[in-house]
């Protein structure tokens, strides 16, 4: 990153509110599509991605009700990079978070989300304080939506 | 989302077109619940997810809780038609390892109502 600019870029706020999650994965696979060299699959992996981290914050980050998500993107000549951000309760152990199968509410959740974002997308960087919010930053590459058949290991 | 719910004897076939994220698995969550009230004898469920263009983790943990609802009353539970894209994250999640996968609604219907494990060739 550092001194290189982008060659288009967004950002944009909504309230943590269900129907967003696919305005926003909708929104983020548009803007990702100006970039000719994605495939269809590479933007598939960028629209599982989006869903998820910005469902996360729906569902995880404010629990007593509706709070900002911040979605902002970055489009370069080969990549794109994705900012999803709240300032909703935090997540205690991100290292554990990120542990395919971990939830913090079992039931009908898989804890799958994240393992989805870390597998769909080449890089992925959360960093997070409890009380004080999540920010989730992503990175995809054309040509890397391979349709990858395994979950990373551990 | 649009969701078409029939029931056939003791069979829910569930026929889902569109997208299934967070706000549409709760929709589905409820209309599989309201018909378990008003019809307590069904047993088995059958997901169409043909027409289904997107699934994700919430769209998964929904089919994974209607599986454990059906398979808590004895019954068995069926996806089918599922296209590629939204076969990788059924794949990825193991629900294909749960669940009992066929091509058409017609031939899950045909297994339960035979009750034969699977078919052949
Ligand atoms: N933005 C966030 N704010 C607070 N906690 C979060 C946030 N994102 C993730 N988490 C925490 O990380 C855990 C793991 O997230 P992940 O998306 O992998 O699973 P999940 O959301 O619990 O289940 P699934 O994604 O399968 O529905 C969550 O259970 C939650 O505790
Ligand atoms: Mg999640």
Known sequence: ?154 | MNLSLETIEDVLLVRMRGELDLETAAKFRVLVEEALDHRPGLKHLILDVSGLSFIDSSGLGAILGRYRQFAERGGRVFVVGVQPGVGRLLELSGLFRVVEVAATAEEALARVQGEVGSVDG
Not at chain 1, 34 to 45: G, W
Not at chain 1, 51 to 65: C, D, F, L
Not at chain 1, 104 to 127: C, H, K, N, S, W
């Open chain 1, 1 to 154: 990153m550092g001194e290189e600019e982008p060659v288009n870029r967004f950002s944009l706020t909504f309230p943590s509110l269900a129907p967003n999650v696919s305005f926003a994965r909708s929104t983020v696979a548009a803007f990702a599509s100006q970039l000719d060299q994605f495939t269809l699959e590479d933007i598939e992996d960028i629209r599982i991605a989006v869903s998820e981290v910005v469902s996360n914050v729906v569902i995880h980050a404010y629990p007593k009700g509706a709070g900002p998500v911040r979605v902002e993107a970055s489009l370069y000549h080969d990549r794109v990079e994705v900012v999803v951000a709240d300032n909703g309760c935090g997540i205690a152990d991100v290292e554990k978070a990120k542990e395919p199968a971990f939830t913090t509410l079992p039931g009908e959740r898989m804890g799958l989300g994240l393992t989805f974002v870390q597998a769909y997308m080449d890089r992925v960087e959360i960093t997070s304080r409890p009380g004080e919010g999540t920010r989730v930053f992503m990175v995809k590459r054309p040509g890397s939506g391979v349709s990858k058949g395994q979950l990373p290991e551990g």
